[in-house]
T-cell receptor, first 111, second 117 residues
Framework: QKEVEQNSGPLSVPEGAIASLNCTYS??????FFWYRQYSGKSPELIMS????GDKEDGRFTAQLNKASQYVSLLIRDSQPSDSATYLC???????????FGGGTRVLVKP | GAGVSQSPSNKVTEKGKDVELRCDPI?????LYWYRQRLGQGLEFLIY????????KSGLPSDRFSAERTGESVSTLTIQRTQQEDSAVYLC???????????????FGPGTRLTVL
């Protein structure tokens, strides 16, 4: 079992809809979680970080963390074609530690 | 992003050759990480440097891999006797402090795409 699991997709959503991405993790020592967006041929770009249970909103993005159930999710509201990318979920045990990544979910937003 | 460059951007080499990849951060970043991303996969941690502390080498896949960093300057990742399975994008990341304790994040450089023929 991988430490961080994501559905590889592709997740196809119509423009303007909500894209919902999920991530589960096995290491209960993980404290912080990150969502990176990666366009094809580019390096990952941090879009959200979440450090405590609950929701965190930033613009069209909402990250949700449930440590009891060991899952993290990312919602993208009003999806745009420019949101088409691979979204990587990563967990970390403590500040400064390495990130452990899932395999990524490919999202396709269709006009 | 985060003021880090990597070179070369692309490297094609023959199986069995040694390669050296470079990560060049702007000054002031004490923590530097190397990750590897194989095609279609997530990132795998390789090694982590934090100031003058001993590096965390727990992610290095074999003794063919080594990395160095002096102080807060350039880091080099060396792969000896390259194999085809070493083909991947090698990414360098810097830690950026957050507004409060424990909220630091990592920002990635553009990466080096290594192809071993």
């Amino acid at each position: 079992q991988k430490e961080v699991e994501q559905n590889s997709g592709p997740l196809s959503v119509p423009e303007g809809a909500i894209a919902s991405l999920n991530c589960t993790y096995s290491d209960r020592g993980s404290q912080s979680f990150f969502w990176y967006r990666q366009y094809s041929g580019k390096s990952p770009e941090l879009i959200m970080s979440i450090y405590s249970n609950g929701d965190k909103e930033d613009g069209r993005f909402t990250a949700q963390l449930n440590k009891a159930s060991q899952y993290v999710s990312l919602l993208i509201r009003d999806s745009q074609p420019s949101d088409s990318a691979t979204y990587l979920c990563a967990g970390r045990r403590a500040a400064g530690n390495k990130l452990t990544f899932g395999g990524g979910t490919r999202v396709l937003v269709k006009p | 992003g985060a003021g880090v460059s990597q070179s070369p951007s692309n490297k094609v080499t023959e199986k069995g050759k040694d390669v050296e990849l470079r990560c060049d951060p702007i000054s002031g970043h004490t923590a530097l990480y190397w990750y590897r991303q194989r095609l279609g996969q997530g990132l795998e941690f390789l090694i982590y440097f934090q100031g003058n502390s001993a590096p965390d080498k727990s992610g290095l896949p074999s003794d063919r891999f080594s990395a160095e960093r002096t102080g807060e300057s350039v880091s080099t990742l060396t792969i000896q006797r390259t194999q085809q399975e070493d083909s991947a994008v090698y990414l360098c990341a810097l830690r950026v402090a957050g507004l409060s304790k424990g909220t630091d994040t990592q920002y990635f450089g553009p990466g080096t795409r290594l192809t071993v023929l």
